[in-house]
């Protein structure tokens, strides 16, 4: 082989070599970059999966939290109307005693009977009429009966019954069938006007709570 052929072909030789490195190294670059991608791809995942296991974790927190919060206020609001429902009570058993009180004072006792009298007798319809009191009472009123009914229902005709009723104080008043009647004892009264004194004893005991209500079910 002569001097040229053979430094034509180390060139070739050399030239190839280059060009195969050049590839080498496109390859090279081609697949580093190929990795970073990956890995950016692979390392994006992870995170979006960190932050949706962070976005449950935080959600199921946020449920758990509402629970026990919202167990703790139904326990006080509990705790809030038991103790309401005693200060009422406690408030209603006064009541009683101070109707002791005004059957004391035989004058103002006496005025409260002949409003009982008047607004139980406006109620009725016309005819003749009936009233009950209890024990103590009708030990003293048969006397006086003529002249409280002139004061408190001129235009009736009430007859007071000789039998006793029960009660604490207090008058009712019926038609002569029993069709009608007003209980205007103290227990009567009570019982249908409970709701309304309910409302007031709370608006007295809790002015500043306009939704504090007592539960239904007797006195409160």
């Not at 030239?15 to 692979?42: C, N, P």
């Not at 003293?140 to 104080?169: C, F, K, M, N, Y």
């Not at 009647?181 to 809790?206: H, K, S």
């Given at each position: 082989?002569?001097?040229?052929?053979?430094s034509?072909?180390?060139?070739?030789?050399?030239a190839?070599?280059t060009?195969?490195?050049?590839l080498?190294q496109?390859?090279?670059?081609?697949?580093?970059?190929?990795r970073?991608?990956?890995?950016r791809?692979?390392?994006?995942r992870?995170?979006?999966a960190?932050?949706?296991e962070?976005?449950?974790?935080?959600?199921e927190?946020?449920?758990?939290?509402?629970?026990v919060?919202?167990?703790?206020?139904?326990?006080?609001?509990?705790?809030?109307?038991?103790l309401?429902?005693?200060l009422?009570?406690?408030?209603?058993?006064?009541l009683?005693?101070r109707?002791?009180?005004?059957?004391?004072?035989?004058?103002?006792?006496r005025?409260w009977?002949?409003?009982m009298?008047?607004?139980a007798?406006?109620?009725?319809p016309?005819g003749?009429?009936t009233?009950?009191v209890n024990?103590?009472?009708?030990a003293?009123?048969?006397?006086?009966?003529?002249?409280?009914?002139a004061?408190a229902?001129?235009?009736r005709?009430?007859?007071?019954a000789d039998a006793p009723?029960w009660g604490?104080?207090?008058?009712?008043?019926?038609?002569r069938?029993?069709?009608?009647?007003?209980?205007?004892r103290?227990?009567?009264?009570?019982a249908?006007?409970?709701?309304?004194?309910?409302?007031?004893?709370?608006q007295?005991l809790?002015?500043?709570?306009?939704?504090?209500?007592?539960?239904?079910g007797?006195?409160?």
């Amino acid at each position: 082989m002569s001097q040229s052929a053979e430094s034509q072909l180390h060139a070739l030789e050399a030239a190839i070599m280059t060009r195969a490195t050049e590839l080498a190294q496109e390859f090279h670059d081609k697949a580093s970059r190929q990795r970073d991608t990956i890995l950016r791809d692979v390392a994006e995942r992870v995170h979006l999966a960190e932050q949706r296991e962070v976005l449950v974790a935080k959600a199921e927190a946020e449920r758990h939290f509402r629970r026990v919060t919202q167990a703790s206020e139904l326990k006080m609001q509990a705790r809030l109307d038991q103790l309401r429902w005693e200060l009422v009570q406690t408030v209603q058993t006064r009541l009683a005693q101070r109707m002791q009180e005004l059957r004391a004072d035989r004058s103002a006792y006496r005025a409260w009977l002949v409003e009982m009298v008047r607004d139980a007798a406006g109620l009725l319809p016309a005819g003749e009429l009936t009233a009950e009191v209890n024990a103590d009472d009708i030990a003293w009123l048969p006397a006086d009966w003529p002249a409280l009914v002139a004061e408190a229902a001129p235009e009736r005709s009430i007859q007071l019954a000789d039998a006793p009723t029960w009660g604490s104080g207090g008058i009712k008043l019926r038609t002569r069938d029993n069709r009608a009647q007003v209980d205007n004892r103290f227990e009567g009264r009570l019982a249908r006007f409970e709701a309304g004194i309910q409302r007031v004893i709370l608006q007295q005991l809790f002015p500043a709570d306009i939704n504090a209500s007592a539960r239904s079910g007797g006195p409160q």
